[in-house]
């Protein structure tokens, strides 16, 4: 796995590219479900992902614990085999941005054929880059996306407020099961 801080330091891939983003707090079952459909669509995967919580920087009187360093998210997506992590520090350039503008700056230095994300995903200056948004953009830029459904445990969502909730409550094994 190749890791680069920086979108002008990008490597070249081999084609089609696959990439998704998100902070991936934890890399937990459901991220790895996602990773897993990413992999198997592509040539090559890219993840973009922060240097901590966006929200640590947007509501810094209320920051989101992480659920793991930094270098540990990053040895667990490296088992998760892919080629290209993109690190971020999310700052107010990056908070400033829409969310068209933020996808042509990442498709400028890597042109990416898919972009896979989890349903209700939506990013960009006030989260305005929902599905259909960005779908439709996608169309015009000439990148496919799949915005897959929620992995699920015994019918309840993996996510990482879900997980941090179990930790907070002393549900270790469930805790634990989430993770993988």
Not at 4 to 14: E, G, K
Not at 45 to 70: E, W
Not at 115 to 139: I, S
Not at 143 to 160: A, Q, R, W
């Amino acid at each position: 796995m190749h890791r680069v801080d920086s979108l002008d330091t990008i490597p070249q891939l081999d084609k089609p590219i696959g990439l998704t983003m998100g902070t991936f707090d934890g890399v937990h079952k459901g991220h790895q479900y996602l990773l897993g459909t990413l992999k198997s669509q592509v040539a090559s995967t890219a993840l973009l992902t922060f240097a901590r919580h966006p929200l640590t920087f947007l509501r810094p009187h209320t920051p989101v614990k992480p659920l793991m360093t930094l270098d540990e998210k990053l040895s667990r997506l490296e088992a998760c085999g892919l080629d290209l992590v993109i690190v971020l520090n999310f700052d107010q350039s990056i908070a400033n941005l829409t969310y068209d503008a933020f996808l042509r700056e990442i498709y400028r230095h890597l042109p990416f054929s898919l972009l896979v994300l989890g349903k209700g995903a939506a990013f960009g200056k006030g989260r305005a880059g929902t599905e259909p948004l960005v779908t439709k953009l996608g169309q015009s830029m000439g990148f496919k996306t799949d915005y897959l459904n929620k992995f699920t445990i015994d019918g309840s969502p993996v996510s990482s407020q879900r997980i941090r909730k179990l930790r907070e409550s002393g549900q270790e094994e469930l805790e634990k099961k989430y993770l993988g």
